[in-house]
């Protein structure tokens, strides 16, 4: 099989490259990334891709670009988005031409090639928030950011493509993921590294809002799972079965660096914060998925790996981020 990976240099990508290249080595990859502020430069210039791998540089958005990478191609996984909810309450423009467009490019170069699968990776948000219960694949979308808002669109243009053109789309909606290679702005990375400079953690409100965390190499096992075996037209929720509350969560990490809980600082609360996400995941259950790393294991893993690896996250905590923090922390910077 030949897969186009799009947004491979970005975190849940280049994990999933990873996967595929120890998992299936039959298959040949080609990633196709637009190397965002996001993306992993070192990972796609890193020569031990090996053979059967080729990166392009590009944006999923330049349709008749991404049709040429993509001839001869079995698969499209596209993980390519804009993602993180606090800038895109900050500048939501980027994410709506990603999320939306280019999710549109990519269904066109889809039926214009005839490519055999399209995997829609999306997350739990599109669900938008629930203080009890869980959210199957059969919940209204009620998103609540132009993050969200923005993936949720994406969703419906791809089912519209399957009902209009019978285009083989299907659809992941998993929730929050950790572990390596995390852009240090989503909450654990951020945590975890501020932490290890004695630095505040910003709590958002009341830091009672729950989310499910589900390994990032357990995602990767249910995307691969989903796109050799799943059903085309249909949804697939991916939860970690592990749900905590934001304190929680914080001081679980303090915990884990030995570092404390005075570092702590109850922020202004983000606009629009999604109380609860939850996940009923017995359709992906059926197929024979299961997360297969214990949380408190996978949190103590992750939090080693970001002390090992200072060297590849202080720089991205430099330079241009330092804007974005200031901006979105202010008083705290
Ligand atoms: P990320 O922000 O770490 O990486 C995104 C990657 O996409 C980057 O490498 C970036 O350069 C690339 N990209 C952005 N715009 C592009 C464009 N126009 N063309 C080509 N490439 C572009 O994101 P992530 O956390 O790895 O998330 C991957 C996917 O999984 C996203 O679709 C996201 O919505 C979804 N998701 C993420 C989570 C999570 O917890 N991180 C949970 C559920 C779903
Ligand atoms: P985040 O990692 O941004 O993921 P998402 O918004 O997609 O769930 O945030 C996870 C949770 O942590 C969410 O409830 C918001 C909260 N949070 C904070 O309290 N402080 C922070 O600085 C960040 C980035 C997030």
């Not at 031990?48 to 540089?57: D, S, T, W």
């Not at 945590?191 to 990032?216: E, M, Q, S």
């Amino acid at each position: 099989m030949r897969i186009l990976v799009t947004g491979g240099a970005g975190f849940i990508g280049q994990n999933f490259v990873r996967y595929l290249q120890a998992r299936r080595p039959d298959h040949s990859i080609v990633n196709l990334d637009k190397l965002t502020y996001a993306a992993d430069r070192e990972f796609v210039e890193a020569p031990a891709a090996g053979p059967g791998y080729q990166f392009v540089q590009e944006d999923i958005c330049r349709l008749e670009k991404v049709r040429e990478i993509a001839r001869g191609v079995d698969a499209i996984v596209n993980f390519a988005a804009e993602t993180h909810v606090d800038r895109s309450i900050l500048d939501p423009g980027s994410f709506i031409q990603t999320d939306v467009y280019g999710t549109f490019a990519l269904l066109e170069v889809v039926r214009e090639l005839g490519i055999r699968r399209f995997v829609q990776v999306s997350t739990d948000e599109v669900y938008g928030s629930t203080e009890g219960g869980a959210f199957s694949e059969a919940s209204p979308l009620n998103p609540s950011n132009p993050y969200s808002a923005s993936k949720a669109a994406g969703d419906l243009m791809a089912f519209a493509y399957w009902r209009t053109h019978r285009l083989p789309v299907l659809v992941t909606r998993s929730s929050n993921n950790f572990g390596p290679y995390q852009y240090p702005e989503k909450v654990i990375p951020l945590f975890i590294t501020n932490a290890l400079d004695d630095l505040p953690l910003p709590l958002y409100g009341d830091g009672r809002h729950v989310r499910d965390w589900l390994y990032v190499m357990d995602n990767c096992a249910a995307i691969d799972l989903v796109l050799h075996r799943g059903r085309e037209g249909e949804v697939y929720n991916i939860g970690g079965g592990h749900e905590l509350p934001n304190i929680e969560l914080t001081r679980r990490v303090l915990a884990l660096l030995g570092k404390p809980e005075s570092l702590i600082r109850h922020v202004a609360d983000r606009p629009g914060h999604d109380r609860r996400y939850a996940l009923d995941c017995r359709k992906l259950h059926a197929l024979g998925w299961r997360p297969t790393h214990a949380f408190d294991d996978a949190l103590a893993e992750t939090v080693r790996w970001y002390q090992d690896h200072e060297a590849w996250w202080r720089p991205r905590k430099a330079g241009a981020f330092q804007e974005y923090y200031r901006r979105q922390y202010g008083e705290l910077a």
